[in-house]
T-cell receptor, first 110, second 113 residues
Framework: DAKTTQPTSMDCAEGRAANLPCNHSTISGNEYVYWYRQIHSQGPQYIIHGLKNNETNEMASLIITEDRKSSTLILPHATLRDTAVYYCIVRDTNAGKSTFGDGTTLTVKP | DTAVSQTPKYLVTQMGNDKSIKCEQNLGHDTMYWYKQDSKKFLKIMFSYNNKELIINETVPNRFSPKSPDKAHLNLHINSLELGDSAVYFC????????????FGQGTRLTVV
């Protein structure tokens, strides 16, 4: 799996959009970008994934650059409950595993 | 109904003991995993089973022995527990290898004293 680089921590004001970047410059053509988050003391929770095109679901949007070397997870209206560690993962769907990096600790402030 | 459930949630035991953690998923997934999260919060995969067959073993000491009696269950047995085994262990399942997201359990916090 390709290595990912994320900022260690970020702050966001409640109600504003949270934009979490991820670099994955060594991503290969058959590798997807996945995002998970882990709220304190809970198991990781799937957010979204994509290959080339931008994706949106009820939780977030995923913007992948045209060269696929980086992506941004967007939480459009962050709430206090979105405070968590956010993990960006790059993996081949046939690899059978997800390799988690250090993640970004997002703190949403009132 | 809980999708992926682990028991126990907390486990405190002495060095040298043998203990088991159980995991069950009711999602009908073919693949199950065990992850270990250490004190630095780094999540590392340990094992993966697909339809009861071991497909990933990430250089885990052989004191750790996963067992999958059926595809809905993946239990983790640990022999001769050591202080360094203290961590949170997460079970997960997904519809691999062609699936999308993995669903995680709530974790088992193991403390070896």
């Amino acid at each position: 799996d390709a290595k990912t680089t994320q900022p260690t921590s970020m702050d966001c004001a409640e109600g504003r959009a949270a934009n979490l970047p991820c670099n994955h410059s060594t991503i290969s053509g058959n590798e997807y970008v996945y995002w998970y988050r882990q709220i304190h003391s809970q198991g990781p929770q799937y957010i979204i994934h994509g290959l080339k095109n931008n994706e949106t679901n009820e939780m977030a949007s995923l913007i992948i650059t045209e060269d696929r070397k980086s992506s941004t997870l967007i939480l459009p209206h962050a709430t206090l409950r979105d405070t968590a560690v956010y993990y960006c993962i790059v993996r081949d769907t046939n690899a059978g595993k997800s390799t988690f990096g250090d993640g970004t600790t997002l703190t949403v402030k009132p | 109904d809980t999708a992926v459930s682990q028991t126990p949630k907390y486990l405190v035991t002495q060095m040298g003991n043998d203990k088991s953690i159980k995991c069950e998923q009711n999602l009908g997934h073919d693949t199950m995993y065990w992850y270990k999260q250490d004190s630095k919060k780094f999540l590392k995969i340990m094992f993966s089973y697909n339809n009861k067959e071991l497909i990933i073993n990430e250089t885990v000491p052989n004191r750790f022995s996963p067992k999958s009696p059926d595809k809905a269950h993946l239990n983790l047995h640990i022999n001769s527990l050591e202080l360094g085994d203290s961590a949170v262990y997460f079970c997960a399942s997904s519809q691999e290898p062609v699936g999308a997201e993995a669903f995680f359990g709530q974790g088992t916090r193991l403390t070896v004293v």
